[in-house]
């Protein structure tokens, strides 16, 4: 079975931080999904990916297949970016697999 | 496009009754899904579609039933409501199983 770690659980930062949340997965998939939920708890995809770095705004989302593990930077970090950060990952063909998320509180 | 609309945003229940969560989306979405989550657990899939008239069990399927007679609806139906389904549930959709998923607002459910 196909487990989703996110490290860490919660962080908390100062604006203008730069920020970085792992996702480690342990078996072999076809993508990987960040995406943001909002303390409203509307949810949203960030990135799809299945190799190397995607860039939007001021996040960016890498993935390292042979060690099984991505990361989701935030540069220059805002309070407005306060959300949980939630991976998935795809194994194969079979539905998405989530993490538990990690929560980003981000202080003015 | 509205995108994924869920119905109703809030409800409670009393255990055994049943009720019936809407979904659906304007987006000709093939895949849907259903998905609940609670506190200190990733969101967990419950049923998931591939396209009209196929549906398919997920992780947590057990006191649910779907049905799919339409590409844009995915009903999500709860036959004899318990406590332990107190939850907050999403529907998801996307043009495959591949791509990204867009997410409905939530349902928040109750049951006493």
């Known amino acids: 079975k196909n487990e989703v770690e996110q490290s860490p659980q919660n962080l908390t930062a100062q604006e203008g931080e730069f920020i970085t949340i792992n996702c480690s997965y342990s078996v072999g998939i076809s993508a990987l999904h960040w995406l943001q939920q909002h303390p409203g708890g509307g949810i949203v995809s960030l990135f799809m990916l299945s190799s190397g770095k995607k860039k939007h705004g001021r996040l960016i989302a890498t993935i390292n297949i042979q060690e099984k593990h991505s990361s989701l930077h935030i540069t220059a970090s805002h309070p407005r970016d306060s959300a949980v950060y939630i991976c998935a990952v795809r194994p194969g063909n079979t539905p998405l697999v989530f993490g538990k998320g990690t929560r980003l509180s981000v202080i003015a | 496009n509205a995108g994924v609309t869920q119905t109703p945003k809030f409800q409670v229940l009393k255990t055994g009754q049943s009720m019936t969560l809407q979904c659906a989306q304007d987006?000709?979405?093939?895949?849907m899904s259903w998905y609940r989550q609670d506190p200190g657990m990733g969101l967990r899939l419950i049923h998931y579609s591939v396209g009209a008239g196929i549906t398919d069990q997920g992780e947590v399927p057990n006191g649910y039933n779907v049905s799919r007679s339409t590409t844009e609806d995915f009903p999500l139906r709860l036959l004899s409501a318990a406590p332990s389904q107190t939850s907050v549930y999403f529907c998801a959709s996307s043009y495959g199983g591949r791509q990204p998923q867009h997410f409905g607002d939530g349902t928040r459910l109750s049951i006493l």
């Open positions: 987006m000709n979405h093939e895949y």
